[in-house]
């Protein structure tokens, strides 16, 4: 072969691989599929990444980067329901983690506290009444409470509290806006940033008139 001779067609076709054609054929005796086994049958198949049962590759690897997984918020969830219930609370009084700790509804103090609105088939209404303090609480769960003439305090989770969220306002909208908020005009955060805004111009405005 010349140079004058390669084209653009050159190595495009391939003759095929014609197996079972005996030892002379130059892919041995068993076609290349070794002695006996599954993979000398038809129909078998390999596993991407499949090294025979050894460790594959991918797992042999180190594990790097970074997630988010640590910093996920796990609660105790506590149904109403199951409140009422209980012995120790059946007069009403005050809900917090460490009386249902106490009375046996939560594990311990490892994890946040959220109350659901789960009730018993005709329960009706509420009415004994609580004071509740929790973490978090479903507004239905509030409702009930608030409506037997009730009381309840959210804390907030530590995501909450980062943002500035108030759980206990009927705005919780975040007060303390992260750079992503603020980059993203058409993010949710805009009404909550025209708010700040509008809120650092008031107390701008009060101390200007003190000094007056």
């Not at 010349?2 to 084209?7: K, L």
């Not at 303090?133 to 980062?162: P, Q, Y």
């Amino acid at each position: 072969m010349m140079i004058h001779d390669i084209t653009a067609q050159a190595g495009a076709f391939k003759k095929r691989k014609r197996v079972g054609r005996g030892e002379g054929s130059g892919h041995g005796k068993q076609s290349g599929r070794g002695n006996k086994g599954a993979g000398s049958r038809s129909g078998t198949s390999a596993k991407k990444g499949f090294e025979g049962g050894q460790m594959r590759y991918f797992r042999r690897l180190a594990k790097f980067g970074f997630t988010n997984a640590p910093f996920k918020t796990e609660f105790w969830t506590v149904n109403l329901g199951d409140i009422i219930s209980h012995p120790a609370f059946a007069k009403g009084g005050e809900v917090s983690l460490a009386t249902l700790i106490k009375a046996g509804l939560v594990r311990d103090d490892s994890r946040e506290l959220k109350i659901l609105a789960g009730m018993p088939k005709n329960a009706g209404s509420l009415k004994a009444k609580f004071t509740i303090t929790a973490n978090r609480m479903s507004d239905t769960a509030r409702k009930i409470v608030t409506d037997a003439g009730g009381s309840v305090t959210e804390t907030g989770t530590r995501r909450d509290k980062v943002r500035g969220v108030d759980r206990n306002s009927d705005d919780r909208s975040p007060k303390n806006l992260t750079k992503k908020l603020k980059r993203n005009k058409d993010s949710k955060g805009k009404a909550a940033i025209a708010a700040a805004k509008a809120e650092r111009e008031a107390k701008a405005g009060k101390a200007d008139a003190k000094k007056k």
